[in-house]
């Protein structure tokens, strides 16, 4: 009988704490189209960092957007409407993700394409290039110059090895020119990685804060980012990097930190921006989406969000290909050789 | 007189059976070492990057030690739970991986015991430290949390010590058998964290990708939260002739950094497992 009592308090005890979860827990989430825009709005108007930047009326953006969305509005349409609301944002680390679409801003549209990979590949690069890991490199201007196009920091890390075997290639070169135009960027790793190969001893990059709370100056303190030196083998000459407005994210992060370098300078249009980390989230129906929630301060104490400001401003010849040069190229070669 | 003599005869053979019982029902003390293994089964929703429940299915172990004195218990465990966090919502399916490591210290004092020191009530504190590792590759940049929490909690248990007699049985009716003499240990708790430290990103997960690792944990903060959850147990283990023990047992625990807290953290598990618990001295 003494057991029967304490098994069945037991039980008992054991339903009435379970019930307790149920209470703590609010399990029942407005997944409904109106639920959904408000709670996205609500996030980037508290995690959202460039609003101010930006000079962007989030108030004023639910005002427009609101009135658009019913609870019986179809997928596609409220997509379509929360697309074009974080694309008021003008940010190309913000996206809405469905499983049948992705909004995105392309900010690659906000310039010209400032390279001819066609022209690189014929000219520059030419027929026996090397390609080493994501690098396509070769040699220029008669062996003078070391040319080495990076397409993307997201293709791979970057490995030791690989930045060994070319500054062994180009130890003896006057000059390198490092293409990252049209490179949307990828792993931040592998800046540090790259730029550390032109490090002679720790460097201070760029100051980085995180979005701490409501608030639109509710920032963590800047916290300075470096690049450590090493032991590797490193290129002690000029480097020009080229940077067009599809430089961006972990391209914009390599340029913006070459402010911090004396025989390092930019060549070409403004980058892209890209200089919040961007976080990711889910929305009630199930969407995902992301916003940049980080800023990232350059060594002269300026946000660069809007562009990486080029050291010389150089925009490609509409005739390039026609007239078979680079003119891009051929200012830094110049430059590098300057001296 | 036949009244009183009837009374005074039941009262003996009372007492008889109880020293019988006593004389006869194993001790539970001493040292034990454990290990369980079983299913976890729960709830988790983290506001800081979804406001959907996730069901999580973890595959649950822990190792434990206990001593059992007379007057004191003393138990540390260390659990482990890893498996999977799942939503299905709108005919999309999200999967993430989850890992906790879970590591208690708990020190429970007599408070009573009756039936002959069958049935004990225990009261005492228990210090929990608890790392759940979240990872769901949906979420971008904010694919990795980590969050810490360090309870601080009352504990409340009872054990019951009890015997089946040796029976003869039918199985399915047909076949004779006898049960033998089977001696069980019947546990229930249940602890209350007074204080919940909890450390865990206070707005927005910085992610991972485009900073150096210096700056990962920027952004956590630690908050103390008071009354954040709840945990119970119950097991039975049917006690061994040598003093080990095999444990059936079942646990539940739920917590949370409080409906104010700006981004809320919720999580549940059930835990059904089945373990060895052996004797050491």
């Known amino acids: ?339 | 007189m036949k009244n009183y003599l009837i009374i005074f005869f039941l009262l003996l053979s009372n007492l008889v059976f109880s020293q019988e019982e006593e004389n006869i029902l194993p001790q539970v003390s001493g040292n034990y070492i454990g290990i369980n293994a079983g299913l976890s089964s729960g709830l988790v929703r983290d506001l800081i990057t979804s406001p959907l429940f996730y069901t999580s299915a973890l595959a649950y172990i822990d190792i434990n030690y206990q001593n059992i004195g007379e007057k004191n218990i003393f138990q540390a465990k260390f659990a482990s739970h890893n498996g999977i966090n799942a939503l299905i919502i709108n005919e999309n399916s999200f999967i993430g991986f989850q890992s906790v490591f879970d590591f208690n210290v708990l020190w429970l004092r007599v408070l009573e015991s009756s039936l002959n020191k069958r049935v004990k009530h225990f009261l005492g504190a228990e210090l929990e430290n608890y790392t759940s590792i979240r990872i769901n590759l949906d979420f971008m940049n904010a694919a990795s949390c980590i969050d810490n929490i360090n309870n601080i909690s009352i504990a409340y248990q009872a054990n019951f010590v009890f015997r089946r007699a040796e029976k003869e049985k039918k199985l399915f009716g047909l076949i004779n058998y006898k049960r033998k003499e089977q001696f069980y240990l019947l546990t229930a708790g249940v602890s209350v964290p007074v204080i919940s430290l909890y450390y865990r990103p206070e707005f927005t997960i910085p992610g991972n990708a485009t900073l150096n690792d210096n700056n990962i944990f920027d952004g956590y903060s630690l908050k103390p939260k008071v009354f954040s959850g709840l945990a119970s147990d119950i097991s039975i283990s049917r006690i061994l002739h040598n003093g080990n023990m095999i444990k059936f047992g079942y646990s539940w625990m739920f917590a949370t950094n409080g409906k104010t807290a700006f981004n809320r953290l919720e999580f549940s598990h059930h835990i059904f497992s089945l373990g060895l618990v052996f004797k050491i001295n």
């Not at chain 1, 407005?30 to 959904?36: E, G």
């Not at chain 1, 508290?46 to 969305?69: A, C, F, G, H, T």
């Not at chain 1, 809405?96 to 990979?117: C, E, Q, W």
Request: glycine residues 8%; contains cysteine.
């Open chain 1, 1 to 339: 009988m003494k057991i029967k009592i304490f098994t069945l308090a037991s039980i008992v005890l054991l339903s009435i704490f379970s019930s307790c979860e149920k209470i703590a827990f609010d399990k029942k989430a407005d997944t409904k189209p109106i639920a959904t825009f408000n709670y996205l709005w609500e996030q980037v108007n508290q995690k959202y960092v460039y609003l101010e930047y930006k000079n962007v009326d989030w108030d004023s953006i639910y005002i427009v957007y609101r009135p658009m969305i019913r609870n019986d509005i179809g997928e596609d349409s409220l997509f379509l409407i929360l697309g074009n609301m974080l694309n008021e944002l003008r940010d190309g680390h913000v996206n809405l993700i469905s499983a049948f679409n992705k909004s995105r801003y392309d900010i690659t549209m906000l310039g010209a394409v400032n390279i001819n990979p066609r022209l690189i590949k014929e000219k520059y690069l030419g027929e026996n290039y090397y390609s080493t890991g994501g690098f396509a490199h070769n040699f220029i201007r008669d062996g003078e110059i070391a040319y080495i196009r990076y397409s993307s920091f997201g293709d791979s890390q970057i490995t030791e090895y690989e930045l060994d075997y070319i500054m062994e290639k180009y130890a003896n070169t006057k000059g390198m020119i490092i293409d990252i135009r049209q490179n949307g960027g990828g792993y931040a790793t592998n800046v540090f990685t790259l730029l550390s190969r032109f490090t002679f001893s720790d460097t201070k990059i760029y100051e980085t804060q995180i979005k701490k709370g409501l608030g639109q100056d509710n920032f963590t303190i800047l916290e300075d980012v470096y690049v450590k030196a090493n032991d590797k083998k490193k290129y002690n000459k000029k480097l020009a990097v080229l940077i067009d407005r599809g430089s961006y994210s972990a391209s914009s992060f390599f340029a913006v930190s070459t402010y911090a370098y004396d025989n390092i300078f930019l060549v070409g249009d403004y980058s892209g921006g890209g200089l919040g980390l961007p976080n990711g989230g889910q929305l009630p129906n199930g969407w995902t989406y992301r916003m940049s929630i980080t800023r990232t301060m350059a060594v002269d104490g300026k946000n660069y969000e809007n562009g990486v400001a080029p050291d010389y401003r150089v925009l490609l010849n509409p005739n390039a290909y026609s007239s078979f040069s680079d003119n891009i190229i051929e200012f830094a070669a110049d430059k590098l050789l300057e001296n």
